[in-house]
């Protein structure tokens, strides 16, 4: 019996994103019900344009700052989008190589995370199951000669990068850090309150994620990091010439296609099977 069925209603986080804007498209599709939560009114109204037809099957949400954490005197950043939903995708974390300070990527991840589940445990009554978006990045490391990662592996590398090295860290390696982190984090918390929740998690981790962009995106920097790069690469002529082919021969790294992640997240939210899982979603 699967966990969740449609009508539910699912809440997805940074509903305007590359990757949540497939998982709401995937399940409004579906016949469930979704509340997404973006920053800003503004960011909502394109989400509603772009799924006008599903209706009131839709509902946007504004969270403006996700690394609120409840405390006595104030509520944390998603204690009302939680109420009343049925389930949880929770993608809202930063993707970017630009961070000049390891905190800019990992306070957001983290507390991202960890606020989601708080929420979820004070004011989440009907939530059956909260689906983490994570990262191979908290998954592999470099190493020398080819090597096959499991759901097993965690990336402690780039932690000890990050902690040796701080703001002169690789950019990929506080990226990655965050998600290792973040997702440690989650695990960690779901320990903790094992006696008191009534739902679990599965986390999915996905490597370069591809594919046709819905979100708004005005111009290539509107693209999300993954689909930049290989902008960067492929489509930008000026670019192209000046990065070579070194980087497209060479790069080993593997990729999920976005409509196929959408679907995985919605398959984690009902399978059971995917309850306290790790999952790598790769092509």
Request: hydrophobic share 40%; net charge negative; with cysteine.
């Amino acid at each position: 019996m699967p966990v969740i069925r449609p009508p539910s209603k699912v809440l997805v986080s940074g509903a305007n994103g590359y990757v949540a804007m497939w998982v709401v498209h995937e399940l409004l599709e579906q016949g469930y019900a979704v509340r997404g939560t973006v920053r800003s009114a503004e960011k909502g109204e394109y989400i509603k344009k772009q799924f006008a037809k599903y209706g009131d099957k839709l509902e946007i949400v504004v969270v403006e700052d996700i690394t609120k954490l409840a405390d006595t005197l104030q509520e944390g950043a998603f204690d009302r989008a939680v109420k009343g939903v049925d389930a949880i995708a929770h993608t809202a974390s930063p993707f970017h190589f630009n961070a000049s300070r390891p905190a800019e990527l990992i306070g957001p991840a983290v507390q991202g995370t960890v606020g989601i589940l708080q929420s979820t445990l004070k004011h989440g009554t009907s939530v059956k199951r909260v689906v983490i978006t994570s990262s191979v990045g908290a998954v592999v490391r470099d190493e020398p000669t080819p090597t096959t990662f499991t759901e097993k592996d965690w990336n402690l590398q780039s932690l000890e990068i990050v902690n040796e090295q701080g703001e002169n860290a690789p950019k990929l390696a506080i990226y990655r850090a965050s998600k290792t982190l973040a997702e440690q984090a989650a695990w960690k918390f779901v320990e903790e309150h094992k006696q008191e929740i009534n739902w679990d998690i599965a986390v999915l981790n996905p490597p370069y994620v591809l594919g046709p962009a819905i979100h708004e995106v005005t111009d290539p920097a509107s693209l999300n990091t993954s689909a930049k790069l290989f902008y960067d690469h492929v489509a930008d002529a000026t670019k192209v010439e000046a990065l070579g082919n070194e980087y497209l021969s060479k790069a080993g790294a593997c990729w999920v296609d976005v409509r196929d992640l959408g679907v995985a997240h919605r398959l984690a939210l009902e399978k059971p099977e995917a309850g306290n899982e790790r999952i790598i979603v790769s092509a």
